[in-house]
């Protein structure tokens, strides 16, 4: 996710957290190719999730997997700095 193209993710990182649900409201653009393709044109829900990279680059994928418990910060990040 490009930081300075969503506001959210730009509160998200200097709000020092390791990971949280944001929601997020569609833009009339969005909003309207989501409902054309049949997906809600309503508010998105979305987990943030902060990986710090070696080079000290900040990389925040972000998820529909909102559920903590089974899928955990450390197996996100695992996983994403195998990529």
């Not at 649900?21 to 943030?48: M, N, W, Y």
């Amino acid at each position: 996710m490009q930081i300075d193209k969503w506001l959210a993710a730009k509160a998200f990182v200097e709000s020092g957290k390791l990971e949280d649900i944001v929601t997020l409201e569609l833009c009339q653009t969005s909003a309207r190719l989501c409902k054309d393709h049949g997906f809600t044109d309503g508010p998105v829900t979305l987990r943030f999730i902060r990986i710090d990279q070696p080079n000290q680059a900040v990389m925040i994928p972000e998820t529909a997997l909102p559920d903590q418990q089974t899928f955990e910060f450390n197996d996100f990040k695992e996983r994403y700095l195998k990529r």
